[in-house]
């Protein structure tokens, strides 16, 4: 049996590839785990890979340890294709706590690349602090990497303490968030005036206002970007459902609309790392595929966009 996969949208071709018995191949190259894209955070000229993990929804599984052990395999797939960073937040619900139950059965070997980011979401007034300390308790890390202001949430006091923790070593990157399109305003104002490391807001091929001023003041500024909500919560590749890839897919090396979706998002020379949350191995083995292949230049970045937003 053959499939055009230029045709089939990523549910489609996975529910294909299932249904004869296959494991989707999705474009993985085997060398991917030992040579991922990388791309550089400006504040320390250390590389991480451009593709990381979210784990909004995903890894909020409680203490059912059967939905603990599938996001294991999904974390174990993360590392063995080359992941890195690793994105979560105390509003995450239980999300933190099985990261590190997770982290826990992984050799310590094979998860070298790990970069730990997670946020304070709290009022100020001493919280803060302790949920450095609880993320600490519940990743089972001495240390967590990147610490971020969760949504801006009273970042001046926030923003203070954890100058000062970066400064004792306590973390090693400080950043602001914010999601959905919002506060965009602010956050450039946090850009141009405060000594951050890393901003994290949404982008992708239909939210496209940060290449105005965000992006760019990032690059001006050598703040590293972190993508949130690439697929808008699969909307955007809900979107793609039954749409024909363009000709253009071969030639950056992308089988899905997914791939296409995240390999737009990290050719912006201006982002660092795109966190896609997934709770399936074969949705992993398809987003880490788009660190393979040749990026799309700038012309054909505006054609993609295009052709997403034809009907």
């Given at each position: 049996m053959k499939y055009n996969q230029s045709h089939f949208s990523r549910r489609r071709f996975l529910a294909a590839t299932a249904a004869v018995g296959l494991t989707p191949w999705l474009g993985y190259n085997a060398g991917a785990a030992s040579s991922p894209?990388?791309?550089?955070?400006?504040?320390?000229?250390?590389?991480?890979?451009?593709?990381?993990?979210?784990?909004?929804?995903?890894?909020?599984?409680?203490?059912?340890?059967?939905?603990?052990?599938?996001?294991?395999?999904?974390?174990?797939?993360?590392?063995?294709?080359?992941?890195?960073?690793?994105?979560?937040?105390?509003?995450y619900g239980t999300a933190q706590d099985v990261m590190g139950w997770c982290l826990d059965r992984i050799e310590?070997?094979?998860?070298?690349?790990?970069?730990?980011?997670?946020?304070?979401?709290?009022?100020?007034?001493?919280?803060?602090?302790?949920?450095?300390?609880?993320?600490?308790?519940?990743?089972?890390?001495?240390?967590?990497?990147?610490m971020q202001i969760h949504n801006l949430v009273d970042w001046q006091d926030h923003l203070a303490m954890l100058l000062d923790m970066k400064a004792a070593g306590r973390v090693r990157y400080i950043g602001i968030t914010t999601s959905h399109g919002s506060r965009h305003q602010q956050i450039e104002q946090i850009m141009a005036s405060q000594p951050i490391d890393f901003v994290q807001f949404t982008y992708n091929m239909a939210d496209r206002s940060p290449e105005q001023r965000l992006l760019p003041l990032a690059a001006d500024r050598g703040i590293a970007v972190i993508v949130n909500r690439p697929f808008r919560r699969g909307g955007l590749i809900d979107a793609?459902?039954?749409k024909p890839l363009p000709g253009w897919?071969?030639?950056?090396?992308?089988?899905?609309?997914?791939?296409?979706?995240?390999?737009?998002?990290?050719?912006?020379?201006?982002?660092?790392?795109?966190?896609?949350?997934?709770?399936?191995?074969?949705?992993?083995?398809?987003?880490?595929?788009?660190?393979?292949?040749?990026?799309?230049?700038?012309?054909?970045?505006?054609?993609?966009?295009?052709?997403?937003?034809?009907?």
């Open positions: 894209l990388l791309r550089t955070i400006p504040s320390t000229g250390e590389t991480i890979p451009a593709i990381g993990m979210g784990t909004w929804i995903t890894f909020n599984v409680g203490k059912k340890e059967a939905l603990r052990y599938d996001r294991l395999e999904v974390l174990k797939t993360f590392f063995a294709l080359g992941g890195g960073m690793v994105d979560s937040s105390p509003m310590p070997q094979q998860r070298v690349g790990l970069m730990s980011a997670t946020k304070i979401w709290s009022p100020a007034g001493g919280s803060g602090a302790q949920q450095v300390g609880d993320a600490e308790r519940l990743w089972r890390l001495p240390r967590i990497d990147v793609t459902d039954g897919a071969a030639d950056i090396g992308v089988t899905t609309w997914a791939q296409a979706l995240l390999k737009f998002i990290i050719s912006h020379p201006a982002v660092t790392c795109a966190i896609p949350a997934t709770s399936q191995v074969a949705h992993m083995k398809e987003n880490m595929a788009t660190m393979t292949g040749p990026l799309p230049d700038a012309t054909l970045r505006s054609r993609m966009a295009d052709d997403f937003a034809a009907p």
